[in-house]
Structure formats: structure tokens, C-alpha cells
């Protein structure tokens, strides 16, 4: 089993920058891939971020494209979330997300369902 913790989040005011981390144990870190995912009050948990399991290659979702940058350590084995420029409208529980890669060291999903393994998410609240 793979084990995920997230940490970082806080309240914050708007125009600051935030990272999160996403800290991962149980298997070696470097066998899955690692996808960013948020869920605002009232709605349903959005895909914010993914990551291949080298690191290769990167995909956003468009609310956050040129604010935030994913990336990861596998000597780590932990995942990140640069946020900068942080608006009202990013106040929600993050959650780091992974799933057993195989095939093409640059695979990566968007898709929540695709995910096998969560972390228990952390608050970002960001006042205007």
C-alpha cells in the first residue's frame, strides 16, 4: 500500500505564493505517477495538476496554467505544488493523488477515477 500526506496549506493572503508537499511511503515513489486535485466547498474535487513518474512530463488544469508548477523528488519520495499569485477562488482542500505507472516513463492522467491512492488533503484558504 501506498501511503500519501500532504502538508503546506494554510491561510494565506491573495498575490502570495504557497508549495505544498505530498509526502509518500509504503512503495518506492518513483513507480507512480502523481496528480494535484482540489475540492472548493460545494463542489466536486477538480484536477489541478499531474506529473509523469520521471518527472518528464507535466500537464495543468487551466484555472492554474503559468501559477502553479508541479513537481516531484524521488530521492524523497515526495511530490510538490508551487502556487503563486494565489487568488480567492483557490481556497479548497488539496489533495495529492497517485497511481501504479507502467508503460511510457512520460504517462500521466487528468482523470480523478484513474487515481488509486489519496492523502487525507490539506486547507488552503486564501482572504482577499
Known amino acids: 500500500q501506498l501511503q500519501l500526506v500532504e502538508s503546506g496549506g494554510g491561510l494565506v493572503q491573495a498575490g502570495v505564493s504557497l508549495r505544498l508537499s505530498c509526502a509518500v511511503s509504503?512503495?518506492?515513489?518513483?513507480?507512480?505517477?502523481m496528480g494535484w486535485f482540489r475540492q472548493a466547498p460545494g463542489k466536486e474535487r477538480e484536477f489541478v495538476a499531474t506529473?509523469?513518474?520521471?518527472?518528464?512530463?507535466?500537464y495543468y488544469a487551466d484555472s492554474l496554467k503559468g501559477r502553479c508548477t508541479i513537481s516531484r523528488d524521488n530521492a524523497k519520495n515526495t511530490g510538490y505544488l508551487q502556487m503563486n499569485s494565489l487568488k480567492p477562488e483557490d481556497t479548497a482542500v488539496y489533495y495529492c493523488?497517485?497511481?501504479?505507472?507502467?508503460?511510457?516513463?512520460?504517462?500521466?492522467?487528468?482523470?480523478?477515477?484513474?487515481?488509486?491512492?489519496w492523502g487525507q488533503g490539506t486547507q488552503v484558504t486564501v482572504s482577499s
Open positions: 493523488a497517485a497511481r501504479f505507472a507502467h508503460g511510457s516513463v512520460g504517462y500521466y492522467t487528468t482523470r480523478r477515477e484513474d487515481y488509486d491512492y
Open positions: 506529473i509523469s513518474r520521471t518527472g518528464t512530463s507535466t
Open positions: 509504503g512503495r518506492p515513489f518513483s513507480s507512480y505517477i
